[in-house]
T-cell receptor, first 113, second 115 residues
């Protein structure tokens, strides 16, 4: 089955620093999604990417859908303490697999004030 | 924005009993909902696809007789964990989309602990 490799597994940064994380896949996806999960809660959608090469921003967050459709990255600029959490990438292969997301392993982000 | 609600948020049950988890789309209709499971410090794994008016489809390795899914209306899907065992303890999360496409929005999850 499809697998997503997300890196890094964890990051410890100072407030104000920029953050970058990425996901790579062994096969192509039609859609890439980035979610943030706080402890004990469900994932919250950050950014959705629908087209290869697409670059999308949401406030301090920027994500790109790789041109090969096998990778995506998420950047967070000027991090703040509330950015702490676990970030997941997820891919959707589309077609009959619509909605059956494959998730990366997650990146645990810690921001020191 | 699209809101997906789950109930209960936490449940503790004894081994051998059954537990029902509800997933509701609050401001939209969803013919399809998805159930995921997340073990501690792990990622989300898709368990099954819940289809309104028809049988659920299960991912490989997920026992359909153990995880009963009922999608009785366009706003409600239920997951029943039957004869629960400690190894079923996990975080169960449902998702749905108002557009019957992407992106998916997730509920707040249900923490199941089987003692």
């Amino acid at each position: 089955g499809q697998q997503l490799n997300q890196s890094p597994q964890s990051m410890f940064i100072q407030e104000g620093e920029d953050v970058s994380m990425n996901c790579t896949s062994s096969s192509i996806f039609n859609t890439w999604l980035w979610y943030k999960q706080d402890p004990g809660e469900g994932p919250v959608l950050l950014i959705a990417l629908y087209k290869a090469g697409e670059l999308t921003s949401n406030g301090r967050l920027t994500a790109q859908f790789g041109i090969t459709r096998k990778d995506s990255f998420l950047n967070i600029s000027a991090s703040i303490p509330s950015d702490v959490g676990i970030y997941f990438c997820a891919g959707d292969a589309g077609g009959t697999s619509y909605g059956k997301l494959t998730f990366g392993q997650g990146t645990i982000l810690t921001v020191h004030p | 924005g699209a809101v997906v609600s789950q109930h209960p948020s936490r449940v503790i049950c004894k081994s051998g009993t059954s537990v029902k988890i509800e997933c509701r789309s609050l401001d939209f209709q969803a013919t399809t909902m998805f159930w995921y499971r997340q073990f501690p410090k792990q990622s989300l794994m898709l368990m099954a696809t819940s289809n309104e008016g028809s049988k659920a489809t299960y991912e490989q390795g997920v026992e359909k007789d153990k995880f009963l899914i009922n999608h009785a209306s366009l706003t409600l899907s239920t997951l029943t964990v039957t004869s629960a065992h400690p190894e079923d303890s996990s975080f169960y999360i449902c998702s749905a989309s108002p557009l019957q496409g992407l992106p998916l929005h997730f509920g707040n999850g249900t923490r199941l602990t089987v003692t």
